[in-house]
């Protein structure tokens, strides 16, 4: 049974929102892919779609949209998701997860692609992070 944890972007407006998925509802991205998009039914958008931007595993390993599949691989880097490198011409062999969503997966990002008829802050409520933030100044 998948149980992910999935953070909302909203790209409009800056915020980000995070929902615990489990049952039916994380079944509807099990075998996407990043890039592809989903019902944000699933994630308490009704009338929304939302696309799969990354992600990681309960290891923390990232997902590469480059890598085919859902399991682990590793690959030679010289940037991007999963490596930094310190300095020009630097390349590593790092193990990254395949773009493909699956079991393993723990933490999933995605964004808002489609919006509906209600607005994003009253579907998903509060609990966003420039919320936590603004209170943290206070």
């Known amino acids: 049974m998948a149980d992910f944890q999935v953070v909302v972007a909203d790209p409009d407006s800056g915020t980000t929102y995070q929902r615990d998925v489990d049952g039916q509802d994380a079944n509807r991205f099990l075998g996407k892919a990043i890039g592809e998009e989903v019902d944000g039914g699933a994630v308490g958008l009704d009338g929304y779609t939302v696309e799969i931007t990354g992600g990681s595993d309960f290891a923390g390993r990232p997902m590469r949209g480059d890598v085919a599949g859902p399991d682990l691989k590793e690959v030679l880097l010289d940037g991007g998701t999963g490596y930094k490198p310190s300095r ?26 489609e919006r509906g008829d209600a607005d ?19």
Do not use: W
């Open 88 to 113: 020009d011409g630097e390349r590593k062999r790092v193990t990254v997860r395949g773009g493909e969503v699956s079991d393993a997966v723990a933490q999933l990002n995605v964004k808002v692609a």
């Open 120 to 138: 994003v802050e009253d579907l998903l409520g509060e609990g966003g992070d420039e919320d936590a933030d603004e209170e943290a100044d206070e």
